[in-house]
């Protein structure tokens, strides 16, 4: 059972040079492959977590409502597996408005098929 579907654990900010990569390509769930972003919807949020504003497609990502640690947020997960991916907040750029705050770890780069 991977890390992150059994802790829901989040990885220190700036730990993965993830951040900084905005290559073409897809990002999927590492537990299980589905995939839940396109490289095109990544930007820099400036946390130290890959950040994207809208999932792949609208059912790829589940939530859930996490209160722990005393603060009132929006769990991510993968609606497939379940795994913990991160956590959602309203202050990302449009046309979302929605900043997908996501493990590095959590994620799996998927190059951009070339004959697509």
Known sequence: ????????????????????RFDPGRYACVCCGSVLFDAA????????WPSFDQPIV???VAYRADNSHGMRRIEALCNTCDAHLGHVFPDGPPPSGLRYCM??????????DAHA
Request: hydrophobic share 35%; glycine share 8%; net charge negative.
């Open 1 to 20: 059972m991977s890390l992150f579907r059994s802790l829901a654990g989040t990885e220190m900010p700036f730990s993965s040079d993830s951040c900084n």
């Open 41 to 48: 919807t990544k930007f820099d949020s400036g946390t130290g």
């Open 58 to 60: 609208e059912n790829a």
């Open 103 to 112: 493990n590095a770890l959590s994620l799996a780069k998927v190059e951009e």
